[in-house]
């Protein structure tokens, strides 16, 4: 009940409006998965859920107003909870309305549940200068295909199923023409109650160089230091890459302890496209210092600085990164990808394919699976990276007005 009055406050709060003057839009995307747990127990567990994510947007001169809000019934063994963990725990928020709607409680074992997310509500003004932003956007940059050094504030996990809308942040953002394909980019993103240890900022530039298109950014989140940066340009029949970023743990900290820690990351890859691109292929390669090439390691890793604090969620070193997408109408789109540890060796798998029944009405389905030495249990040693991964079968459709 709270959700509806704050989504109706909303609305309110444009004032002298018609609603032919206000933009209303939505998607409706039910979507059923399958996962094949592992620990604690070996078992299936399947989800029904049914976003329906409602957005408003409306123009007032110079000014822009966005705003999405969506509620998500679901169904499983169990639902879904609504409690935030692993990524979605550092989520860049100052505030929340409570995930979850019903039931008040959770026991664990519920079977239907209806979450909600504020997912967008912010403010944009256009000038001769710059654009100015303030409220929950969605910020994300980087070239890299698989994994991006750089995209530190909301990046998806790998082999993430719905990646339609990045997840909105609380943000101040300004971002400044400098030339034809060149800005100047800064801003704050808070993190719970405003707290400096849990925000951000960052300074970025793009520029349009030598038929290059290259980016420094220069950032600080959640007492870390991050520089990087990226070159992106047309090499022969395709386009080449490479992005890389270094990164200071606890580098803001008040004294040094031994939670600081100095690792970097790179990812550079070349894709192209054949046959009049029905076909489009692309490989990229990641290396990650503060990963092992000894599966024994990750165990500390994963309660390291780079893992805990530092953005990281890979355990090894050397990857290979190969996609593949083919157009086999203008309807119909297959892709297959993996993420492959050069070291252990393992890999996650991700097949998918998209059909699109009409204009408004795309049908998905995919399948998503890590292949690997599993151990035996759940507190025992890994033996590889992604052996333990599960995996995921999904059908989706999304309906969009």
Same mark, same amino acid.
């Given at each position: 009940?709270? /959700? ?19 933009? &209303? ?12 747990? +592992? ?16 957005? @408003? ?49 959770? !026991? ?18 256009? %000038? ?6 303030? #409220? ?13 050094? $750089? ?24 971002? =400044? ?5 060149? *800005? ?39 007492? !870390? @230091?991050? &520089? ?23 580098? =803001?900290?008040?004294?040094? %302890?031994?939670?600081?820690? +100095? ?19 692309? @490989? *990229? ?16 890793? &994963?309660?390291?600085?780079?893992? $805990?604090?530092? #953005? ?14 083919? %157009?086999?109408?203008?309807? @119909?789109?297959? !892709? ?47 033996? /590889? ?17």
């Amino acid at each position: 009940m709270k /959700s509806i009055i704050f989504f109706t406050f909303i609305l309110s709060v444009i004032n002298g409006v018609t609603a032919n003057e206000i933009e &209303i839009s939505g998607v409706l995307k039910p979507e059923f998965s399958i996962t094949d747990q +592992t620990f604690p127990d070996s078992s299936l567990r399947y989800v029904f859920q049914v976003p329906l994510r409602l957005m @408003l947007h409306h123009e007032i001169g110079e000014l822009d107003f966005n705003s999405a809000w969506v509620p998500v019934p679901t169904a499983g063994n169990p639902a879904l909870s609504g409690n935030t963990s692993g990524n979605d725990s550092h989520i860049f928020r100052m505030a929340e309305l409570e995930r979850r709607i019903f039931p008040s409680g959770w !026991n664990g074992d519920e079977s239907f549940s209806i979450l909600q997310n504020l997912d967008r509500l912010n403010l944009s003004l256009r %000038t001769s200068i710059a654009t100015l932003t303030a #409220g929950r956007q969605a910020i994300f940059w980087g070239v890299a295909k698989s994994i991006s050094p $750089t995209d530190f504030i909301a990046p998806f996990q790998y082999g993430t199923v719905n990646t339609e809308y990045r997840t909105g942040v609380d943000a101040i953002r300004s971002v =400044f023409p400098v030339g034809m394909m060149s *800005e100047l980019d800064a801003g704050y993103v808070f993190g719970k109650n405003g707290r400096f240890s849990e925000s951000g900022c960052w300074l970025r530039g793009r520029f349009y160089l030598f038929r290059t298109d290259a980016t420094l950014i220069t950032a600080c989140f959640r007492k !870390n @230091l991050m &520089i990087g940066g990226s070159l992106n340009r047309s090499l022969g029949r395709g386009t080449g890459w490479m992005e890389l970023a270094v990164v200071t743990t606890s580098f =803001f900290g008040e004294e040094e %302890t031994e939670d600081e820690d +100095t690792f970097w990351s790179i990812s550079t890859g070349y894709d192209r496209s054949w046959f009049n691109a029905t076909l489009y292929g692309y @490989l *990229e390669y990641h290396f990650n210092s503060s990963g092992s090439d000894d599966a024994a390691d990750y165990t500390d890793i &994963i309660t390291g600085p780079a893992w $805990t604090n530092g #953005g990281i969620y890979l355990l090894g070193r050397h990857y290979l990164c190969p996609g593949l997408s083919w %157009t086999l109408s203008p309807l @119909l789109n297959l !892709n297959a990808s993996a993420l492959f540890n050069l070291a252990d060796p393992s890999a996650y798998i991700s097949l998918s394919g998209e059909y699109s029944v009409r204009e408004d009405i795309v049908l998905n389905m995919g399948y998503r699976q890590g292949v690997g030495k599993k151990p035996l249990s759940c507190d025992a040693t890994p033996l /590889s990276e992604f052996g333990s991964w599960p995996g995921v079968c999904f059908m989706s459709s999304g309906y969009y007005f």
